[in-house]
């Protein structure tokens, strides 16, 4: 089996796959604890760590956190497995196992210390824990101000709350406003992100017009302050995303939403710098991205 390169800086959470979600226990744990036992006597590891990376890049959670935690048992050195299987065993929302893996990983890995705190903190984001997944970030960052994967960690913090925001949004305007116009909003608001503060005002009060014209809403205040805190969460991320470029080359994640929040502004010159970093880091995702890089020529 092909071995897989160390991820970038952050590793950008995915949806969870459903389905069992139990770390063995009982009997099955003991299992496992022989098996790793004698894997580790043998020098076979390696195989499971390969496997469990495999299943891993295919989102089989349960999969790759079985063969994971037989490796990362069998020998604790294996500081990627076990980082990993951390990743994995959150996916599967077993919180307590991943948070003592992250920890673990921390404590006993300083080069995997960052990555990990910052993937710790990511995973309270995933279940709209915006408040305590900051204050883990930030806790990590009073003593490693300038981490890239940390700064990162946050920036993408504050993306998934940008979008969980929007959600809010959306909901709210589904309540309010007549469906056909409902349908229409959402996507268009979602451009008004890159917007400064006068123009966002200016397209805001068109916007709000033209829903009370066709008689769809009235209340054009609430509106605009509904959507303040995505344009708040956005330049939260901003700003973390470009202090994590600028450390070192952040995930392609980072990259392309500085790339298309810059062509969505009108900047050329930033939006091909961070497109074009999008290629050089995963060419292989060549179809999406560069349409999104011609976008900005």
Known sequence: MSRHRVRPAVDFPRA??????????GGA????????????????????EAEGR?????????GAADNLEIAYDSDPSRAEAGYLLAIARSRLRERERARELFEEIAAKHPEWRERALARF????????????????????????PRSAPLLEARGAIHLMRARHELARFQKRMELKVRLAASKWVPEQMWEYRALDDAEFRKRGEQLVLRLEREEAFSDGDALLE????????????????????????????AELELGTLARDRGDVEAARKYLGR??????????????KASAAA
Do not use: N
């Open 16 to 25: 969870a796959r459903r389905g069992a979600s139990r770390r063995p226990t």
């Open 121 to 144: 903190a990511l995973s309270f984001a995933e279940q709209d824990r915006f408040d305590e997944a900051l204050a883990a970030v930030d806790q990590a960052l009073a003593r490693a």
């Open 226 to 253: 509904w959507f303040a805190p995505v344009r708040e969460a956005v330049a939260a991320m901003e700003r973390d995303f470009k202090a994590a470029s600028d450390l070192s080359a952040a995930s392609t994640t």
């Open 278 to 291: 999008v290629l050089e880091l995963k060419p292989e995702d060549l179809g999406d991205l560069e349409a």
């Open 54 to 62: 495999e299943l891993y890049e295919a989102a089989d959670w349960r």
């Open 29 to 48: 744990r003991l299992v496992v604890a022989a098996t790793a036992w004698l894997f580790a006597a043998t020098g076979c590891g390696g195989d499971y």
